[in-house]
Nanobody, 124 residues
Framework: VQLQASGGGLVQAGGSLRLSCAAS????????MGWFRRAPGKEREFVSA????????KYADSVKGRFTISRDNAKNTVYLQMNSLKPEDTAVYYC??????????????????WGQGTLVTVSS
């Protein structure tokens, strides 16, 4: 699976962005999908995940209530809608695909394929 993330940019605190991750190469609907991020000077962390069919979603506590993950299997795309952005959300965001799980796993090691990352910068 090849993954291409897009949608990052510069936004003021309180603003919104929608990230997209387009997949190609294999049957997208057979992969749980996740979003991770790496802030400057910090380790990569889990942000959100979604099951094959989209019926199950998971969120890190830090983004719960502000971010929404969704997927469109007809378009081979997963989205991350980010609202009420905070400066601490500044990071490179990565999408990932897990082929061995129906539900999106929380651990980065459980994912098989990764996109190249898209930078989100939130100014105060």
């Amino acid at each position: 699976v090849q993954l291409q993330a897009s949608g990052g940019g510069l936004v003021q605190a309180g603003g919104s962005l929608r990230l997209s991750c387009a997949a190609s190469g294999r049957t997208f609907s057979n992969y749980a999908m996740g979003w991770f991020r790496r802030a400057p000077g910090k380790e990569r962390e889990f942000v959100s995940a979604i099951s094959w069919s989209g019926d199950d979603t998971k969120y890190a506590d830090s983004v719960k209530g502000r971010f929404t993950i969704s997927r469109d299997n007809a378009k081979n795309t997963v989205y991350l809608q980010m609202n009420s952005l905070k400066p601490e959300d500044t990071a490179v965001y990565y999408c990932a695909a897990a082929g061995s799980y129906y539900y999106g796993p929380l651990g980065a090691d459980e994912y098989d394929y990764w996109g190249q990352g898209t930078l989100v910068t939130v100014s105060s």
